[in-house]
């Protein structure tokens, strides 16, 4: 029974990596669906996946919330700052614009996207998610 969720949620995860890349900098609305559904955000400068998410508007959350929001409304960018000694939001959201990138999977199912947000933590170890913890 359980390893066919497993296997269900290798599969999900796969699909989301299989995503393509938009960088900050570069994506437009266009890009985003306002759809419900978990994303990963890649760092070039460190060469890996740093932070995994879920939410119900991807488009808010990654062009607004974390490319240019502020600490208030988005861990990551709180993260972010915190972790790469950043002291203003111009540095992280410069930062973001200079180094990061996304992939996000759309999915509609609310119980789906927490457990696959749960499970991209737990077997890709962002550390900008497992910092948030400590």
């Known amino acids: 029974m359980y390893e066919g969720i ?8 796969r699909k ?4 393509p890349k938009h960088r900050f ?3 437009s609305s266009q890009d985003v669906l306002k759809a419900s559904g978990v994303y990963v955000i890649y760092d ?6 740093v932070y ?3 939410t119900k508007n991807l488009r808010r959350r990654l062009l607004g919330d974390h490319k240019s929001g502020n600490v208030k409304g988005s ?15 111009d540095e992280i959201s410069s930062y973001i614009l200079k180094n990061c990138s996304f992939q996000f999977l759309p999915l ?23 910092r948030l913890k400590q």
């Not at 609310?110 to 077997?123: D, K, N, Q, S, T």
Request: aromatic share 8%.
């Open 6 to 13: 497993v296997s269900d949620y290798i599969g999900m995860l």
């Open 75 to 89: 861990q990551f960018r709180k993260a972010l700052g915190r972790n790469f000694t950043l002291k203003s939001e």
């Open 25 to 27: 900098a570069d994506a």
């Open 52 to 54: 995994a998410g879920r």
């Open 108 to 130: 509609e199912e609310f119980e789906e996207i927490v457990r696959l947000e749960h499970f991209a933590i737990a077997v890709l170890g962002p550390i900008l998610n497992v």
């Open 16 to 19: 989301l990596l299989a995503k």
């Open 44 to 49: 070039k400068r460190i060469n890996e996946i």
